[in-house]
């Protein structure tokens, strides 16, 4: 089959008001009421797993997209919903998908790079990469461009016991590169803590333009993830924490360490208009960490970025948020607020100073 040639194929596809729309799996109903901010009438039409929803709303997805990317916190990904199948947790699924999918090329630019994202929910006789992989040769067969890396458009599916779900969409619009947002760090030498892939997800999916040779604070730095992160970047970083760094620190020279609380370096130590960056993963309250956030903004020069995490109790989640950021405002350009594949029981919050 031949691929359409040129031309805006994302503009000229008939509309769809079918999404399917992942969050973490304890999640789904503060995503869901993410998207029902958005449009109002919006509906659930029904999980395919924990944190996996399929929901209709008379918003295109440009518009939707934009909303959830602005306001909401607990959506992580979202594609169009197109096609749905019959699958049979048999290894001949992979050749069904592969053929509807190659029907759907008239939706595709073939001038435009494309990946293929699937998620396979449960245990199956294939799993997403052999369907990735099958897929993305019968459309390179067909004239498409693959590029995992930098796809300009997707064809996402979702395959569950039963069902598969297929969506064609522009890549900007699907809230995350990866597939159902679950976006996934190769373990590094000297690696400190998993905390580390928080603030590593965090300059992605915010789009956080760091320059190496900048000065960074990290609040409630020890062990030291964070700090060894913000040295990768190469950016020199002041690390506060009454807790010891990590041994593997010591010997850096761009690390200054000082044993103090937040509070205490605040109040002796600080100079306004001293860093590129400032973050915060300490575990405190929502609105205490914020009211700490909006005291340390003097310290950032003009147009300095922040990154920080709310720890968020069991209930009223979007209430917690909602009140940090009414806090954050007084003193930050909100970038966004997301909980993020790495994040736990928290979300991350990307700010900038005015």
């Known amino acids: 089959m031949q691929a359409q040639r040129g031309g805006d194929a994302f503009a000229k596809r008939e509309r769809t008001d079918a999404y399917v729309v992942t969050s973490a799996p304890e999640s789904w109903e503060l995503a869901f009421e993410d998207i029902r901010d958005a449009d109002p009438e919006a509906r659930l039409v029904k999980g395919l797993s924990p944190g996996v929803l399929v929901v209709q709303s008379e918003l295109a997805l440009p518009e939707l997209t934009k909303h959830v990317r602005m306001h909401g916190t607990f959506v992580r990904h979202i594609f169009p919903l197109i096609q749905v199948l019959s699958l049979h947790e048999a290894q001949s699924d992979v050749a069904v998908l592969v053929d509807r999918c190659l029907s759907l090329t008239a939706k595709l630019d073939s001038l435009k790079s494309l990946s293929v994202q699937t998620r396979v929910l449960g245990g199956r006789a294939y799993r997403g990469y052999d369907v990735n992989i099958a897929v993305s040769a019968a459309l390179a067969e067909s004239g498409f461009h693959v590029d995992v890396k930098h796809p300009e458009q997707v064809i996402s599916i979702v395959c569950t016991d039963t069902e598969g779900y297929i969506g064609v969409s522009a890549a900007k619009h699907n809230l995350s590169d990866w597939a159902g947002g679950i976006r996934r760090f190769a373990r590094e030498d000297g690696q400190i803590s998993r905390a580390e892939f928080k603030l590593l997800e965090a300059l992605e999916v915010f789009s956080l333009q760091i320059s190496a040779g900048g000065m960074a604070l990290d609040f409630g730095a020890a ?17 506060v924490d009454p807790a010891p760094l990590d041994s593997r620190l010591k010997s850096d020279s761009n690390i200054m360490y000082v044993p103090a609380t937040a509070q205490e370096y605040l109040s002796k130590f ?39 995490t709310l720890k968020l109790k069991s209930k009223s989640q979007r209430k917690q948020v909602r009140h940090a950021l009414e806090v954050l405002v007084s003193r930050y350009a909100v970038l966004g607020t997301r909980k993020l594949f790495h994040n736990r029981s928290e979300v991350t919050v990307a700010l900038q100073q005015g």
């Open 270 to 308: 600080a100079q306004p208009n001293s860093f590129d960056l400032l973050v915060n993963d300490m575990r405190m309250d929502p609105i205490s960490s914020a009211n700490l956030m909006c005291h340390a903004a003097p310290l950032l020069k003009a147009n300095g970025a922040a990154v920080m």
């Open 223 to 239: 062990p030291g993830g964070w700090t060894r992160v913000l040295r990768s970047k190469g950016l020199r970083v002041v690390a």
